[in-house]
C-alpha cells in the first residue's frame, strides 16, 4: 500500500463565530476548526497528529510534493457543500425508514410480511416525516440464508409501487441487479445496496444505465459469515479506503459523484468495538465527498452495551446513536423508529443551533 494522508475533523460545532478559521463541515451546519492528520505508509501502520486549521495550512504550504496537494483534495472534500441527494437537500438530516417485508430480518421479521401491512406502515412513516422508505424483502442479519430473486421480488414489488404511487420516495434496498431493476420499475427512487454494488456482476451498470442514486454499504464478507470474527488492521481506515474505491469505481462507470451516498455498515462485519470506532470517527468519511447514511437502528452492539435488551426495547441506544451521528454531520438516518427520531432530532437541533 502507498503512502497516505487522510484528514479527519475534530470535535464540530454549530456555530463558527468565534473560530476564526472554522470550517463547514460538508454542508451539514457543524463546523470545524481542529483535525487529526493520519499517514498511512504501509497496512495496519498509521501515525497521527492534533492540528488546529492553522497550523495545518503552515503545513500544506511547507509539505507541497509530500502530502500537501492529496490533503488539500482531502479538505476540500471535507468542507463541500453537498448536492442534493435524490431531492433531498443535504444540509439539514434526513430520516429513512425501515419497511422490511421479510419473515427473518432481526428486529422486525414477519411484522410486515403481508404487502398490506408493510405499506399500511410505510404510509404511516411517510406521514411522520421520513424523507425515503427503504423497502427490502431479504434479510441480511447476521447468519440470515439468501432467498431467491423471485421471491426478493414477489415480495417488494407491490409495497414499493403503492408506495411511490402515494407519492413516497422509495429506496429498494438489495444486493441482486434483478431485484433493483424490479424495484426501480416499480418506482423505487433510489438503490441500497450492502455489497456496494459489487454483489452482483450486472448491479453496477444497472444503477449506472438507470441514472439513479444509490447507498454504497461496507461489508466484511457476507451476511452467513460477516460475524465470525470480522478482522481489520485499522477499522476506519480500511472501511474509508474500501469506500473510497467503490466510489470512484461507480464515478467511472458513469454515476454522478452526486447521486452516491456511503454507509460505513455498522454491524456488519464488526465487532463492538469496531462499530465503536467507527461511530466515533464518522467524520473521517466526509473526505469521501458524499453524504453519510448512518445505519444504527436497533442493532445489537446496543445491547451489548446495556443489559442484553431484545431488537423492539433499543429505542433509547438507537437514538443515542443518531445523536452521535448528529454531531459528526451525518446527513440521512436509516431507522425502524420514524417518528420518535424526528422527535429527537428537532429538539437537539433547536439545542445546538439556539443563538
Known sequence: MSRKFYLRPLAPFSHSDGHGVAKPLAGSGRFFDRCEVLLREAEGDSESESLTLEQLAV??????EGGGRQLETVLERLTATRLPFAGLPMDSPAVMGIVNVTPDSFSDGGDRLDAGRAIADGLAMWEAGAAILDVGGESTRPGAEPVSEAEEIARVVPVIQALSDAGARVSIDTRHAAVMHAGIDAGAAIVNDVTALE????????VADARIPVILMHMQGDPRSMQKNPTYADVALDVFDYLERRVENCVDAGIQRGSIAVDVGIG???NLQHNLTLLDRLTL?????????LGLSRKSFIARLSRG???????????????????????????????????????????????
Open 285 to 293: 468519511f466526509h473526505a469521501l465527498g458524499s453524504p453519510i447514511l
Open 199 to 206: 454483489g452482483d456482476p450486472d448491479s453496477l451498470s444497472l
Open 268 to 270: 456488519f462485519g464488526k
Open 59 to 64: 503545513w500544506l504550504a511547507a509539505n507541497e
Open 309 to 355: 435488551e431484545a431488537p423492539k426495547d433499543r429505542l433509547f441506544g438507537s437514538l443515542a446513536g443518531v445523536a452521535a451521528g448528529l454531531s459528526r454531520g451525518v446527513q440521512i438516518f436509516r431507522v425502524h423508529d420514524v417518528a420518535e427520531t424526528l422527535q429527537m432530532i428537532a429538539v437537539w437541533r433547536a439545542i445546538e443551533e439556539s443563538p
